[in-house]
């Protein structure tokens, strides 16, 4: 079945971030391993991501067992660095009282995109990352996305049972053609990714 | 997994129409089978209904392809019958520009609700009736249910195969269990009727 | 100052209407004199005044105190007249719990037009029209306005005395030009019912 | 009539600002004298001022005359001031398009609260607060306020003439009883302060 899921999923480069909240220790992807993962990237002071993407991470949050979903907040900052650092970011947790995990993306100081944006090749904030049980990307999409198509996608992963040799991961040389389009990358984590856009808003494609 | 499912599925009584709006011809359960199906029982001087059950039909209907997710309405008159009339009802999917299938419950002369309604067990509207690729019932909910919850538990049934072995329907005998309580009924498919109403709203079990 | 409302008011042709419901005795505009009038022109299967207007007018009934603005519902059906008689709308009135007194605009034999609608020239549903303590015509809006200039709009009514001869009615010979724009129309009424389309949404001319 | 508004205007403390935006010189409440003035007091990690206040600002802005209606934004810090600094605002305002003058409650180094927001005595964020085209405190309230009757009451204010000598400042001494109510406070302006909270939701007094 065809959905908004990259179809040929692939390896997920690991998350590089430089403090934690809302966590005892710093998490990793490979912690994760075995639910299925739902990172926000979000900037404090981004209304879509105040107004749409964190209200939906909460939702997630509630919506879905722990054990089976995990929600991370990635902070990604990449302008106004000087006035969403670290100490304002808890200021701004502690207000919207956001309870589960938020990461900070580690800043470079040779570019204004923090590290895990720059390698995981997001395109701005909100964006939804959405990794499977294996820690493979599966959706990778920048704006708005409604809670339906979410919803079928999480429920759609959540039923793939854990095991790794179900999915060929054929596309690792970059040969495969992109699902659901013609999109012909060399890579279809690159070829795929604007495929949402081209999506009627929030299309599952099922 | 568990979910808001019902997880021991039932067989589902067919459906019992007078009239159908939005299809050249009248629709079975049987002539679904393969998809999943959402039902959508509303009538059309209900605020709930109009509100939030049918917008939410017509998400559902534009967010996932119609032949692997069958949407239905179902207009099941169990008051005011005088001013509900097919008529009425012709009228009302017009202004409001409804495009799927919506079938008439069948009056009962003998009582206020309707046939589908009754044999059903429906406690009012608007109610979501969903059933699984093999026709059988998985959720049976009254009231407002959330985006969320609802498209993972479409994703995920949309996810399980086509094969009837998958499924032994334990509870035939209405010896079962209820999934994720201790209603101890004999039949799950009564016995957990109300359950969704003791969740935290829109809860996804999981 | 200039605002939404029609700056020389014009008397106001009588209510014709058929039936009354959430009042003793049938309304007349000469016996709401002395109050703010809001008439909310509206069809129980018109989405528009589900959605938006009806909701406005409960709004309404609650923020102000009864004895200052007058809210009243007016049932102009123009279409579907066969499912839209006094019964119908006695049951979505009793459905959707709206306490306000509501009219049934007179039918017209030898036209779709009730009477009411046609003597007053509204454009469809829903339809706003208010006048002011002196029975005169301030306002007539086709469509969704905004609660925040019409809010402002009733404040500034409510605030003008009940002294009829502060108000020199100019333009009943039809000779003044239109409030704020260059309708150049002989009579404002006429010549200004289009104007807050030209508005931008919601624009609160002061 | 009755108001929501505090009807025995006081005279209005100065606003004690350390820098302002959107305004090529520093706004005084004497400069505004003959408009209405609203003051939306905010702080930019409040998540009811960005969820609903400010919203409502730009409503204000868009709805009245900016030569009728004065609308101001006043930013008072009294926690986290160490990343809700000038610059992490100014940010703030350039993500969120405000286009309205916002000012910077002057920090006072013995206490949390700034200068305006204490010697005004707000009770906290969002807060607005409105003055009559005489430049006297006419609304004081803390929390949401819906667009209804804070419309009613602009649109009212902006009704009376700038004449002075229309309102007699009774209570400039404090003896005073408070508007609709039996606050009994020696000063209406404190005595009153919380009366809004024991209004149904927005109701306007009329």
Redesign the interface.
Known sequence: ?ETLMIHHPSPMPPLRTSRWFNTPEPITLDSLRGRVVVVHAFQM???GC??HGLPQAV??R????ED??AVIGLHTVFE?H????A??LK??IH??RLSFPIGVDEADPNQPLPRTMATWKLQGTPSLVVLDRQGRLRLKHFGRL???????????????PIAPETFVDEDRDGAGTCTGGTCGALNPWQGCRDKPFDL?A?????
């Open positions: 079945m002071l981004c209304p105040v107004a939702r997630l509630e919506a879905f067992p089976q979903l106004h000087e006035v969403m650092g100490e304002a200021a701004f207000e919207y409604d809670d339906l198509p979410l919803g079928a996608m999480l429920g759609q992963l959540l039923e793939q009627p929030g299309r599952y494609l099922g």
